[in-house]
C-alpha cells in the first residue's frame, strides 16, 4: 500500500475506526505518522506495539483506545527514542474538549479509569510537557512522575481528592523521583470541575515552582486549600510555623479563584508574586485571608507590584468586609486596581 521507504504518513479522516495492522512494522523508515480526527468522539485509533517499532520516528499524533494501549506503547517503544513533538490522545474526548492550540510534547487523557496500581515509571514519556487531563478517575499517583510538565490542565475528575499524590499528605516514602523535581518547570496550573477535590498540592512542593506563570482553580465544590498545610509533611512544623516562611513565585502573572464556596486558605505561608499582572477572586467567601506580600518602598510602606493590571472580584461585600491581605493597609493600596463584578459579568471555562 505504500513504499516502504517512506519517511511522512499523515492521513485525514480515513473513516475507519482503527489503522490496518500490518502496515506500520514495515515502513522502517517513517519520520512522521500523523492521524488526523475530524470527530474526537469517534477516532481513528492504532496498535500500540506497531507505533513503538517505529525506530526513526520523530513527529507522532495518534490515539490509543485505552489507558492498557497507552502503556503498551510505552513499553513497547526504544528507551532512547526521543520524539521532537507528539500529541497522544488515550480514552474518548467530546469535540468540545479539543483544542488545537496545545502543541509540542502532549498528552492527552480522557474518560478513563486508571489502575493505581500500574507501573507509574513508564505512565508518561520523560519529556512530557503537557498533560490534559478529562473526567478521569484518581490520577494524582500518577503526576508524580512528570517531572517535565510545563502545562498541567485537570477537568472533571471528580473522585481525585489532590492533584498529587495523598503520600505527601500523610508523610509517606514515595518512590524515585525526588519531590525536588515536581512541577520545577510548570508554568501553567489548571483544576476544573473537579468536585471532590479538597486540596491541590502541599507545601512541601511550593518551593519547586519558581516557573510558575498561571494558577486557576475553578468550580471546586469542595476545595478547602490549594497549597495544602499537614503537620505530617517531612521536616515541617505545621500551620503556626509556616505563617513565618516566605516563598517566591517570580513568574506568577495570573491567580483565578472561582466558585470554590469551602475555600478558607490559599497558602498558610507568605507569598511573594511581584510580576501579579491579573487576579480573580469570585464566589469564595470562606477565603478569609490572602497570603501575597506586597513589594516594600524606600520608607517600608508597602507598594502594588508595578506589573498589576486588574483585580476581579465578586461580590462587593466579601472584598469590603471578609478578606484581609498579609499586610494591614494592603486594601486599601490595592482598591484603585479592584472592578467588583456582577454576578453574569465572569466567565468559567474548561481550557
Known sequence: MFPNDIQQLIIFYCG?????????????????????????????????KEVGCLR???????????????????????????????????????????????????????????????????????????LIIFY???????????????VMDNSYCNNMESLVSSSWFCGATLPSPSYKGI????????????????????????????????????????MEEIIATSSNEEGYMGEESSSNIEFKLPKLRILKL?????????????????SLQQIGIVKCQKLKRIPIYLPLL???????????KEIEIYPKEWWESVVEWEQPKAKDILRPFVEFLGADEYELSPI
Not at 75 to 88: P, V
Not at 106 to 118: F, Q, R, S, Y
Not at 189 to 218: A, Q
Not at 298 to 308: D, H, T
Open 56 to 130: 526513526k520516528l520523530e513527529t507522532l499524533e495518534c490515539h490509543f483506545e485505552g489507558y492498557s494501549d497507552f502503556m503498551e506503547y510505552l513499553k513497547s517503544r526504544d528507551e532512547t527514542q526521543s520524539l521532537s513533538t507528539y500529541q497522544i490522545f488515550v480514552g474518548q474526548f467530546e469535540e468540545y474538549e479539543i483544542k488545537s492550540y496545545y502543541r509540542g510534547k502532549t498528552v492527552w487523557l480522557g474518560n478513563l479509569g486508571i489502575n493505581k496500581d500500574g507501573d507509574f515509571q513508564v505512565m508518561f514519556p520523560n519529556d512530557i510537557q503537557q
Open 183 to 222: 512541577f520545577s518547570y510548570l508554568k501553567k496550573l489548571h483544576c476544573y470541575g473537579c468536585r471532590r477535590t479538597k486540596k491541590l498540592f502541599p507545601l512541601v512542593l511550593l518551593p519547586n515552582l519558581v516557573n510558575l506563570e498561571c494558577i486557576r482553580v475553578e468550580e471546586c465544590e469542595e
Open 136 to 150: 478521569c478517575d484518581d490520577v494524582s499517583s500518577l503526576i508524580n512522575y512528570a517531572i517535565d510538565l510545563k
Open 258 to 274: 472561582y466558585e470554590l464556596p469551602e475555600l478558607k486558605s490559599f497558602c498558610s505561608a507568605k507569598l511573594i508574586c511581584d
Open 298 to 308: 524606600e520608607n517600608g510602606q508597602p507598594s502594588p507590584p508595578l506589573s498589576l
Open 16 to 48: 475507519e475506526k482503527e489503522f490496518p495492522s500490518g502496515i506500520l512494522p514495515k515502513l522502517s523508515h517513517l519520520q512522521v505518522f500523523a492521524l488526523e480526527e475530524e470527530i474526537p468522539s469517534a477516532p481513528i485509533t492504532v496498535k500500540e
